[in-house]
């Protein structure tokens, strides 16, 4: 009865103590796509992005896989337009890995950037003209008449 007691505090301190943020990852990492054709990904893309509070937000996210560690990282620069000089620019680093699929299309070749802090997730698809196209939370397509596609700028 006492162990019983035990586990069940237990488990509530570790549910109610816990502050970190979940992750869902919905789609499946991509393991069928050489690591040649991975390396074709790395690079910057740029575009600019709508805004709901100011002139809209250029975008610049640039991936980077390491050749000996095979580690991929990620280095984001938004810049909100409009806004004052010192509270205009926004850096997020972490690492990126592709996946296949989402609810919308399991084919659909997804770019997933998993922050380094407490910045959210985010979702790219792979267009077949070599740009990204933002998604939203949940990795479906953002239905808007503005853009959301950056594209690979070349080296």
């Not at 620019?89 to 922050?115: D, E, M, S, V």
């Not at 077949?128 to 397509?141: E, H």
Request: aromatic share 8%.
């Amino acid at each position: 009865m006492k162990q019983s007691i035990a586990i069940i505090l237990v488990s509530a301190f570790c549910l109610f103590s816990y502050k970190g943020q979940s992750y869902t990852v919905a789609a499946t990492p991509d393991k069928s796509t050489p690591a040649v054709t991975k390396a074709a990904y790395t690079g910057t893309y740029l575009g600019t992005i709508p805004c709901a509070d100011c002139q809209g937000i250029t975008m610049e996210l640039t991936l980077q896989e390491a050749q000996k560690s095979k580690r991929k990282t990620f280095v984001l620069k938004q810049q909100y337009l409009g806004k004052p000089a010192n509270k205009n620019i926004h850096t997020i680093t972490g690492q990126w890995f592709l996946a296949t699929g989402n609810k919308q299309n399991p084919k659909a070749r997804i770019l997933q950037l998993i922050p380094s802090g407490k910045d959210e997730l985010m979702y790219f698809e792979l267009m077949k003209d070599g740009s990204i196209k933002l998604l939203d939370r949940t990795q479906r397509q953002i239905k808007s008449r503005h853009n959301y596609t950056l594209k690979k700028q070349r080296a």
